[in-house]
């Protein structure tokens, strides 16, 4: 008799993730690069996958609200993870927050800024309530620091 050991889908086949950009996102390397720094994510997004070379990294970047929510329904149950950086949204968007709340796939807030050392309205974040961890002031190696976050909370 033949005993099949079921094993984790992401056991077998590299584990899926996304890092969703929210609003003026696209703009990095040249938007106040005093805070957002020189490089385009398009520029940076090569070292994150070397680094994660194991993992099946999707890139999303949208200006839009809705696109972000949609994005989420759709990557929320079947992704092992997912690394959002909603831009403005953070503050105030209770839909987003709400669509994190209703999916399964655990999800790190990330901000390349420190939010706690800006504006007032930027350290409130209605978005990372529903988050397991947020990752503020990193710069774009944040979003590494989010990534191996999501890895060692998988125990990938």
């Excluded at 996304?18 to 040249?30: A, D, E, K, S």
């Excluded at 680094?51 to 989420?72: A, M, P, R, V, W």
């Amino acid at each position: 008799m033949i005993k099949f050991v079921e094993k984790p889908l992401f056991s077998i086949m590299k584990p899926k993730f996304i890092i969703i950009n929210g609003p003026n996102l696209n703009l990095l390397g040249t938007r106040e690069p005093e805070i957002y720094g020189n490089k385009t994510f398009e520029d940076f997004l090569p070292e994150i996958r070397e680094k994660f070379s194991h993992c099946d990294i999707e890139y999303y970047q949208t200006n839009h609200e809705g696109s972000i929510i949609d994005k989420l329904h759709e990557v929320g149950f079947s992704y092992q993870g997912i690394v959002l950086n909603a831009g403005a949204y953070t503050h105030y968007s209770y839909a987003i927050a709400d669509a994190l709340k209703a999916i399964k796939t655990p999800c790190i807030e990330i901000h390349i800024s420190d939010i706690y050392a800006r504006e007032d309205f930027r350290s409130q974040s209605v978005t990372g309530v529903n988050c397991i961890s947020i990752v503020s002031g990193k710069g774009l190696e944040g979003y590494k620091i989010a990534l191996q976050e999501l890895l060692d909370y998988l125990k990938i």
